[in-house]
């Protein structure tokens, strides 16, 4: 079992619409979880933070459920510009050691007019 | 400004010859990874380090080595051993920790092609 593992995608959404993104992780003792998006050809860019208790940065929501070790990501009122790969990234190591960053594959969202 | 920097951001390379990716931040960070991405794929985990002197292997460390003699600096070597090198290489840094501020930031990355 791959230890961070996404949606395979890719999603293509109308403008307006909105889409969820979700991602399993294996390694329970996983400290902290992110959201990153990357462009085509491009190095991967923080999008955020996911905290325990959820949490909002404009039209975008992430979620965390630790019993089911998920993380979410929904984007409401889809733009052009939210066209980009979406990764899911972990960090923790199996040994229980922090600092081991693990990404998953990514899921490409395409929104269209 | 403070940040991470790679070098070069195109690098061409003869199949048998090693080659050395670079990687600077000024950002005080204590952790560094190297990750290659192939087309289409994700990021996967070369090499990291958490502290000077100290580095420990990923996911698919064969065919490469680092060395962490610098906090700033955190070399990547592909070697001939190397079957497959012709990828995207990105280095990141972060602070050390368990806490929500441990996201990574990334250099603008290395497409290295072997001809």
């Known amino acids: 079992r791959k230890e961070v593992e996404q949606d395979p995608g890719p999603f293509n959404v109308p403008e307006g619409a909105t889409v969820a993104f979700n991602c399993t992780y294996s390694n329970s003792a996983s400290q902290s979880f992110f959201w990153y998006r990357q462009d085509c050809r491009k190095e991967p860019k923080l999008l955020m933070s996911v905290y325990s208790s959820g949490n909002e940065d404009g039209r975008f929501t992430a979620q965390l459920n630790r019993a089911s070790q998920y993380i979410s990501l929904l984007i409401r009122d889809s733009k052009l510009s939210d066209s980009a790969t979406y990764l899911c990234?972990?960090?923790?190591?199996?040994?229980?050691?922090?600092?081991?960053?693990?990404f998953g594959a990514g899921t490409r969202l395409a929104v269209h007019p | 400004d403070g940040g991470i920097t790679q070098s070069p951001k195109y690098l061409f390379r003869k199949e048998g010859q090693n080659v050395t990716l670079s990687c600077e931040q000024n950002?005080?960070?204590?952790?560094m990874y190297w990750y290659r991405q192939d087309p289409g794929q994700g990021l996967r985990l070369i090499y990291y380090s958490q502290i000077v002197n100290d580095f420990q292997k990923g996911d698919i460390a064969e065919g490469y080595s680092v060395s962490r003699e610098k906090k700033e600096s955190f070399p990547l070597t592909v070697t001939s051993a190397q079957k497959n090198p012709t990828a995207f290489y990105l280095c990141?840094?972060?602070?050390?920790?368990?806490?929500?501020?441990?996201?990574?930031?990334f250099g603008q990355g290395t497409r290295l092609t072997v001809v």
């Open positions: 990141a840094s972060s602070i050390v920790g368990g806490g929500q501020n441990t996201e990574a930031f």
């Open positions: 990234v972990v960090n923790g190591s199996p040994s229980g050691g922090y600092n081991k960053l693990i």
């Open positions: 950002l005080n960070h204590d952790a």
